[in-house]
């Protein structure tokens, strides 16, 4: 069964920092896409932030552009997101994705394999 694992969730105080790592298969993880989607309680599940397959490319919801950092390292199948800046209206369960082709791209249908995602709580 193929797994992508989300870790690094936890609680922090706002204007702190986290950074969630996601591990996924090598046969899953190359030449693919991956993705961070998060769901807050009550909210529909959201974009976050997703990167190419090189990771040339990077694409941010303007919520957390300039706070927040993707980036992915392809000899360990696993991509990162850095969360700086880190407000109450963060919290969320963060959900890593790997992305049906190259680019990076911001809608759910664009993603075929999901992670069972890692909590995020900032406190005020």
């Known amino acids: 069964q193929v797994r992508v694992v989300e870790s690094g969730g936890g609680l922090v105080q706002a204007g702190g920092s986290l950074r969630l790592s996601c591990a996924a298969p090598a046969i899953i993880f190359k030449y693919s896409a991956m993705g961070w989607f998060r769901q807050a309680p009550g909210k529909e599940r959201e974009f976050v932030s997703s990167?190419?397959?090189?990771?040339?490319?990077?694409n941010y919801a303007y919520s957390v552009k300039n706070r927040f950092t993707i980036s992915r390292d392809n000899t360990k199948n696993t991509v990162f997101l850095q969360m700086d800046s880190l407000k109450p209206e963060d919290t969320a369960v963060y959900y890593c994705a790997r992305g049906k082709g190259l680019d990076a791209l911001d809608a759910e249908d664009d993603y075929n394999y999901w992670g069972q995602g890692t909590q995020v709580t900032v406190s005020s």
């Open positions: 990167i190419s397959w090189s990771g040339g490319s990077r």
